[in-house]
């Protein structure tokens, strides 16, 4: 009998990764590919969605041969992606009409203030869960309508988007229902990529009206919203297509979700920690959608076929991983491992604090204008300083959401799971379970993202068949426990908010 696998496509910030499984939960077949950075104006971020489509067959393809596996091995294909980036298409010719915008894009800030001035804001978290922010999907969808180019559909004429939108001809959707459409033809979203766009209703479980009419976003516009793990499956691949084979898509989570369910935080109290580009900490709250006092946001964890929705608070760090690249992109540092090397050096930031707020500021500040800060530095200071600083405020935003989740669940994080590139880094481990107090757990299989969306599609299949099978795949790589005396660990977090203060409100030209 020929061995038979899952598959997870995991559509990143920075690029695509296609990694397949086998029933143990372990890595069989690994590869990925980087894709451009494109960056118009200050604070604008974009993607080029036919790149990303690209990217993806090729990152398929070439995992399948590195791994010497047929498409026909492979029971199913589970997608996860950066959630909030929003790509408008075509429907006739099936490609996009602008770049994707980015989830760090933050041209609609000014659109955000005027929901604000309009005492709108109250009105949108009570039916999204979210705060009402250029983060996510609605202001943008909004922007392309208005300001992309329009389509030029002969020599002598052109259509302005919005009509066309009215007309049925365009679709929009989060990079995953992009992915599912390329691949199956199908436009389908999962709920918790639903759940990010600020135009769902996170407790009826549909598209909003009165968010739809805000937005100016019709309706014909949108995907099917679908559990995260499909016994019915979104579609299959084209037999005829780059695969060559007919392979369900079955499963779909937005990348915290995923790293959620990878984790296998499938219980209330659960939670999990990511470092990528940004810093996602989720909390599992069951059945009950959990409101905010404290600036997080209460999202969709996920949902299997047939099952009630789970929900989960967020706290959303806009930049961590982004802020070791950006030493590197200064020259402080040749590559991302060097910086434990360099924080090691010093026994202190000497009063150094850095406030990696390039793009504004996620939970639980919430301020589009805030940027990028380092304070406190005198003539003594050194690289090495501003290194450890950069690695302190990661465990210092960390903390700030820890403090705000244990706020609003009344459950108190006696042990945080944690998973992305940046975990790879013991010393920044350490310093994280120094500055929480908490314990530290990393798992053996670090990629979890793509692991929980592979879980995803493999239960709908059948590949796996409970969730305590799962479970048992799970298993630990190392634990950190608090080494610093909690008094100490206060003192330096007592001064955060001091230089948090004077990276608000920055960007006022913008």
Same mark, same amino acid.
């Given at each position: 009998m020929v061995?038979?696998?899952?598959g997870a496509i995991d559509q990143g910030t920075t690029g695509t990764r296609f990694m397949v499984f086998d029933h143990g939960g372990q890595v069989v077949a690994n590869a990925y590919e980087?894709?451009?950075?494109?960056?118009?104006?200050?604070?604008?971020?974009e993607h080029d969605p036919l790149e990303i489509w690209e990217n993806t067959k090729a990152v398929v393809t070439r995992g399948?041969?590195?791994a010497d596996l047929d498409a026909e091995q492979l029971e199913a294909l589970g997608i996860t992606n950066?959630?909030?980036? !929003?790509?408008?298409?075509? @429907? &006739?010719?099936?490609?996009?009409?602008?770049?994707?915008?980015?989830?760090?894009d933050r041209r609609t800030t000014d659109r955000v203030e005027e929901l604000e001035a309009?005492?709108?804001?109250?009105?949108?978290?009570? !039916?999204?869960?979210?705060? @009402? &922010?250029?983060?996510?999907?609605?202001?943008?969808?909004?922007?392309?309508?208005d300001n992309a180019e329009p389509l030029k559909l002969s020599s002598s004429r052109t259509e302005n988007l919005r009509d066309r939108a009215r007309d049925g001809e365009l679709m929009m959707g989060t990079i995953d229902a992009w992915l599912i459409y390329n691949l199956t033809g199908n436009h389908i979203t999962d709920v918790t990529n639903a759940s990010r766009t600020m135009l769902y209703d996170i407790e009826d479980l549909s598209w909003d009206d009165d968010l739809l009419e805000e937005f100016g976003v019709p309706e014909s516009m949108l995907p099917e919203v679908r559990p995260s793990s499909?016994?019915?499956?979104?579609?299959?691949t084209d037999p005829d297509g780059f695969l060559g084979a007919e392979v369900p898509v079955a499963g779909a989570l937005g990348d915290q979700q995923a790293a959620l369910f990878g984790q296998t935080c499938f219980d209330e109290g659960d939670a999990k920690n990511t470092y990528g580009t940004g810093s996602f900490y989720l909390m599992n709250t069951g059945s009950e959608a959990v409101s905010s006092d404290h600036g997080l946001l209460t999202t969709i964890g996920f949902q299997l076929s047939g099952e009630p929705v789970q929900y989960a608070l967020e706290g959303s760090i806009f930049?961590?991983?982004?802020?070791?690249?950006?030493?590197?992109?200064?020259d402080l540092i040749n590559n991302a491992a060097q910086t434990a090397e360099l924080a090691r050096s010093v026994d202190s930031t000497d009063g150094v604090y850095m406030v990696p707020a390039f793009t504004g500021l996620g939970a639980p500040h919430w301020d589009g204008r805030a940027r990028g800060t380092i304070v406190g530095m005198t003539r003594g200071t050194r690289k090495e300083h501003i290194v450890r600083a950069t690695l302190e405020s990661i465990a210092y935003q960390t903390r700030d959401i820890a403090e705000a989740m244990e706020a609003d669940s009344g459950v108190e994080t006696t042990s945080l799971r944690v998973d992305g590139g940046a975990v790879k880094n013991n010393f920044l481990c350490q310093l994280q379970s120094d500055i929480i107090q908490?314990?530290?757990?990393?798992?053996?299989?670090?990629?979890?993202?793509?692991?929980?969306?592979?879980?995803?599609?493999?239960?709908?299949?059948?590949?796996?068949?409970?969730?305590?099978?799962?479970?048992?795949?799970?298993?630990?790589?190392?634990?950190?426990?608090?080494?610093m005396a909690a008094s100490k660990a206060d003192t330096m977090y007592g001064r955060w908010d001091d230089a948090v203060e004077r990276s608000l409100d920055w960007a006022q030209e913008e």
């Open positions: 061995d038979s696998y899952i980087r894709h451009e950075q494109i960056y118009p104006e200050p604070g604008w971020v399948l041969a590195d950066q959630r909030e980036t !929003t790509v408008v298409w075509d @429907a &006739d010719t099936g490609r996009p009409v602008h770049n994707a915008l980015v989830w760090q309009a005492d709108k804001v109250e009105w949108i978290r009570e !039916t999204t869960g979210l705060e @009402a &922010d250029a983060y996510f999907a609605a202001t943008k969808v909004e922007w392309i309508l499909d016994e019915e499956t979104y579609g299959t930049i961590t991983g982004a802020a070791i690249e950006w030493l590197e992109d200064v908490t314990e530290i757990v990393r798992p053996q299989v670090d990629e979890t993202t793509a692991l929980g969306s592979a879980y995803a599609a493999g239960l709908a299949v059948g590949y796996w068949d409970t969730v305590d099978e799962l479970r048992s795949n799970w298993q630990v790589d190392r634990e950190f426990a608090p080494e």
